[in-house]
């Protein structure tokens, strides 16, 4: 890509890219603004091409530097903010893959999921009542 000021929507999906992807959805996922150190402890991103994707991601305007922070010992990570054109190109991904209706936190995934817990056991509950009806019949119609 020689425009180094390409929008988000000339980036396609391909060119995005599953590593790059992964690193914006991790942002997005701890609302918005993450650390590289955070990002790296959450992606499967290798540490040798970590700084390469953050430079593609910030030369598309997907990311951009919004500062330091001290994670101990060592330099300060650098601080990345989703921008809207990453937010709005997650979101076409999002529509395209049939996945718009989720959520777009940790925090709403573990929501999310205890919801789903508590559904499972509510289906628990009544498939074994369920099922001791069927039993109580089968045993009536045994006996007659």
Known sequence: MADSQESEES????QLGDHRRSILETVRGLGGE???AEIRQ???VPEGSFGWHFGKLEEWSLLEDVGRQ???GGDDAIVWSLTDAGADLLERIDV???REDRPQTF???NNRIDELETDLEAIKTEFNRMADIVEDHHDRLESL
């Not at 980036?11 to 391909?14: I, K």
């Open 11 to 14: 980036v396609s999906f391909d």
């Open 34 to 36: 993450a650390n590289a």
């Open 42 to 44: 959450r992606t499967d």
């Open 70 to 72: 001290n994670v101990g």
């Open 96 to 98: 395209e893959e049939g």
């Open 107 to 109: 925090e709403g995934l």
